[in-house]
């Protein structure tokens, strides 16, 4: 008599009721800090907010209060009347847009050297700009200055670079020393590093020439690092604060950083209209990132470290 076969079949344990627990109270603790710290953040930025818009008798009432009263925009006008502050804003956007457009055109066409052309020094001279952002910038600011000051032929000077101020208080003072930032030239180098080789190849064959080749080939594919790379360049030269205070001595000139200066005075500070100048100048970037963050999401993702 054949006897049937019996397949065991394995029965999983059910999970014990801790188990479920624990996971619900670790999920329920990571939300927790993740609001805490969300939140925390989020506070002096709102607090800014808010104070732009309070009367001045309730900026430092006791206890805060987080809901003012009544809504005013006295700070708003004291911010445009105590300091030319539209004028402040101007120069900054001039500052910010012309170093970007510089590091956007030296910075690509350094990076796509780096990153296609085989020459001697390449590898050398890599290391030595990898080193060169290695050094904070507080230690080239002194020789720095000595350059634009002593440049020849510019600003009254004799061919030697005496006898005048050079590029000091004017805006190249502050557009030619970040003309070619290192960060710049490393992105953009990281990013056509991603590109293949077989378009230059093929565009040599047909006689192109290298600037065309870099122009019209492998610029117009690179839309997302530039992108990318006017976020960072536009909201650091719009950031700027030192060097611009250094260099620019003329208040006509002056940025919209070292226009917030001026409503600390005699030890006070007038924190309305600094709290409403502040978010005024972070439109600018505000504004730029929206317009270019699909772009910025995508040179973040496809910029390897490939090398």
């Known amino acids: 008599m054949v006897q049937p076969v019996v397949k ?5 344990a059910p999970k014990p009721p801790s188990y479920a627990l624990k996971k619900v ?4 603790l990571f939300y927790v800090v993740t609001v805490a710290i969300a939140v925390a953040m989020f ?25 003012p009263s009544t809504l005013t925009l006295e700070h708003y006008k004291s911010a445009f009347t105590t300091v030319p502050f539209a004028g402040y804003f101007a120069n900054s956007f001039i500052l ?4 970007v457009l510089c590091n956007l055109f030296f910075g690509s066409i350094s990076g796509y050297a780096f990153a296609k052309l085989n020459f001697k020094l390449n590898k050398p001279m890599f290391r030595i700009l990898l080193a060169a952002m290695m050094i904070p910038g507080i230690v080239t600011m002194i020789p720095s200055f000595y350059v634009l000051k002593h440049f ?9 670079g005496a006898g005048g101020n ?14 070619s930032g290192s960060f710049a030239v490393f992105f953009m180098r990281q990013f056509f590093l991603t590109l293949p080789s077989d378009m230059m190849e093929m565009a040599r064959i047909e006689g192109a020439g290298e600037f065309r080749i870099f122009w019209n080939i492998y610029l117009p594919l690179t839309k997302p690092a ?31 950083q070292m226009g917030l200066q001026a409503f600390s005075f005699n030890h006070q500070t007038d924190f309305g209209p600094m709290m409403a100048g502040a978010l005024i100048a972070i439109l600018p970037i505000l504004v730029l990132f929206l317009l270019l963050q699909k772009y910025f999401v995508q040179g973040i993702a496809f910029t390897g470290t490939k090398g």
């Open 8 to 12: 065991s079949v394995a029965v999983r």
């Open 25 to 28: 109270l670790a999920t329920v």
């Open 43 to 67: 506070l002096p930025f709102f607090w800014s907010l808010i104070t732009s818009f309070k009367p001045s008798n309730e900026i430092f009432s006791v206890p805060i209060k987080w809901i």
């Open 96 to 99: 910010a847009s012309a170093g």
């Open 152 to 160: 020849p032929l510019i600003g009254g000077n004799d061919l030697l």
């Open 166 to 179: 050079g590029f000091l208080n004017s805006f190249w003072g502050i557009i030619l020393p970040g003309a």
């Open 226 to 256: 530039l992108a990318t790379l006017s976020i960072f360049t536009f909201q650091g030269g719009w950031n700027n604060f030192l060097w611009p205070m250094i260099i620019l001595n003329d208040p006509a000139k002056a940025t919209i």
